[in-house]
């Protein structure tokens, strides 16, 4: 199974840096890459932030892109959204409503089990899991035996140097958290957004890694100031992993670089 993740979409209509930007154009662009490989993605996970201001014009501008993917694709929160007009901009996607008040869920019709965690807190930018949140995730972990499953989340739950983001991470929870992975050795990975780069950590003996953005990418200030926060138009860039011996992450950019030339 070959599956696909973008985060961070950050899609908006107007504001002060939207001719750097162009949300639009890269969502296009990103949308465009996954159609086009030459063995398409099964599915496509969507680790939030998909709009800037959580508007439903915004939803409804980017929701017009994302539905020319042609695999399903799986959305969650960050905190950048809106959870009701989020829903309402996709209702169809009837897994958005399952969680009541959160917007977590399980896909189970895949070789891997698909948990999707709800980690906002409506108006902040760090993350949360409350214990309401953690006594749903223990129950699904527990009802998914060993199945091979994947975890999707939008804040990280690890520090990772980049103390400007650090700060906005998973900040409630979080022991607990690991506490739970640790108790279940078939989650292959924890997949997250939020950092707007491509890193690779560890909890519990089990990989976390967060997605570049799609729309921009957070400037690299490692151990930085924890104030200085900017962004860099470096190539937004998605990961991609496939599954038979496990799941194994690849690194790979959005956008047209010419037909592969043998050597
Ligand atoms: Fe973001």
């Known amino acids: ?18 001719d750097l930007i162009r949300p639009a154009e890269r969502l296009d662009a990103a949308v465009h890459t996954l159609n086009s490989l030459s063995t398409p993605p099964d599915l ?14 915004e939803y409804a501008a980017a929701g017009e892109l994302l539905m020319q993917l042609k695999m399903p694709w799986l959305p969650i929160p960050g905190n950048h959204d809106d959870a009701e007009n989020m ?15 959160f917007m977590h869920y399980v896909i189970d ?22 214990p309401a949140r953690l006594e749903w995730l223990a129950e699904a972990l527990e009802t998914g035996g060993e199945k ?53 950590g560890c909890l519990s003996r089990t990989v976390v890694a967060t ?8 400037a690299l200030e490692l ?20 599954g038979d011996n496990g799941l194994i992450t690849h690194h790979a950019y959005v956008g047209d670089y010419g037909e592969a030339v043998k050597y």
């Open 1 to 18: 199974m070959l599956i696909a993740q973008i985060s961070d979409l950050h899609f908006h209509l107007e504001g002060p840096h939207i």
């Open 44 to 57: 496509v996970l969507v680790t939030g932030d998909i709009a800037e201001n959580g508007s439903p014009e």
């Open 87 to 101: 829903r309402n901009a996709f209702p169809d996607m009837c897994c958005l409503r399952w969680g009541g008040q």
């Open 109 to 130: 019709e895949f070789p891997i089990r698909i948990i999707a965690l709800d980690t906002v807190v409506p108006g902040e930018p760090q993350g949360a899991l409350c």
């Open 148 to 200: 091979p499953t994947l975890i999707m989340m939008h804040h990280p739950p690890l520090d990772t140097g980049l103390r400007c983001m650090d700060q906005y991470a998973l900040m409630e929870g979080r022991d607990v958290f690991a506490e739970l992975i640790a108790q279940h050795s078939n989650i292959e990975r924890i997949v997250c957004g939020h950092m707007h780069r491509h890193i690779v």
């Open 211 to 218: 997605c570049p953005g799609i729309a921009h990418q957070i």
């Open 223 to 242: 151990e930085g100031d924890p104030a200085f926060l900017a962004f860099r138009l470096e190539p937004p860039a998605y990961l991609h992993w496939f």
